[in-house]
């Protein structure tokens, strides 16, 4: 089963941040927190990933909460073509252990 | 970011026939690819972890027969689904990750396998 719970749903409107809420409580202390989205009928696409620390790159940023139980992924400024399903995920870095397991998402629409 | 292309995008095929899917890295090498499935409106699901040179490791309630796993070069893995029946019908995705350093997973575009 998947180690994180995210809204199900959620609405933006063009231009606004998107804020995407993810709890991941009992996240272990060698485990990141990775952020996908897919896009209908396309796989996944990497957006950002992070340990402890705040990460920032041109897609978005990633803000981790101290005891690392929570995470929020931001996109500054959504547009329409960011209307996906995202994918908040917990795993180890790398290797044959790194594999990502997927939950639910939640599915940001983006709206004019 | 790194590429990931797998080949087909689409493909039908008839009962019974087989069929193979490909998973290149462009870019980089991949020690450790990942196959998994997703059904209309559901997550993905992890199928199996393919590591280069030595056989795959399977996911609880995948049946290895079925869907055969080669990961034989650092730039190619395969899936092969084996007398397909309608049930195999799904959206099959490959990711891999760079052998070079621990990185994030890249993964191809999928591929919408319809048995007809």
């Known amino acids: 089963d998947a180690k994180t719970t995210q809204p199900p749903s959620m609405d933006c409107a063009e231009g606004r941040a998107a804020n995407l809420p993810c709890n991941h409580s009992?996240?272990?202390?060698?485990?990141?927190v990775y952020w996908y989205r897919q896009i209908h009928s396309q796989g996944p696409q990497y957006i950002i990933h992070?340990?402890?620390n705040n990460e920032t790159n041109e897609m978005a940023s990633l803000i981790i909460t101290e005891d690392r139980k929570s995470s929020t992924l931001i996109l500054p400024h959504a547009t329409l073509r960011d209307t996906a399903v995202y994918y908040c995920?917990?795993?180890?870095?790398?290797?044959?252990?790194?594999?990502?397991?997927f939950g639910k998402g939640t599915k940001l629409s983006v709206k004019p | 970011g790194a590429v990931v292309s797998q080949h087909p995008s689409r493909v039908i095929c008839k009962s019974g026939t087989s069929v193979k899917i490909e998973c290149r890295s462009l870019?980089?090498?991949?020690?450790?690819m990942f196959w998994y499935r997703q059904f209309p409106k559901k997550s993905l699901m992890l199928m199996a972890t393919?590591?280069?040179?030595?056989?795959?490791?399977?996911e609880q309630g995948v049946e290895k027969d079925k869907f055969l796993i080669n990961h034989a070069s650092l730039t190619l893995s395969t899936l092969t689904v084996t007398s397909a029946h309608p049930e195999d019908s799904s959206f099959y995705i490959c990711?891999?990750?760079?052998?070079?350093?621990?990185?994030?997973?890249?993964f191809g575009q999928g591929t919408r396998l319809t048995v007809v």
């Open positions: 990711s891999a990750r760079d052998a070079q350093g621990a990185t994030e997973a890249f």
């Open positions: 009992t996240i272990s202390g060698n485990e990141y």
């Open positions: 992070g340990l402890k």
């Open positions: 995920i917990v795993s180890v870095y790398g290797g044959s252990q790194g594999n990502l397991i």
């Open positions: 870019d980089f090498q991949a020690t450790t």
């Open positions: 393919s590591n280069e040179g030595s056989k795959a490791t399977y």
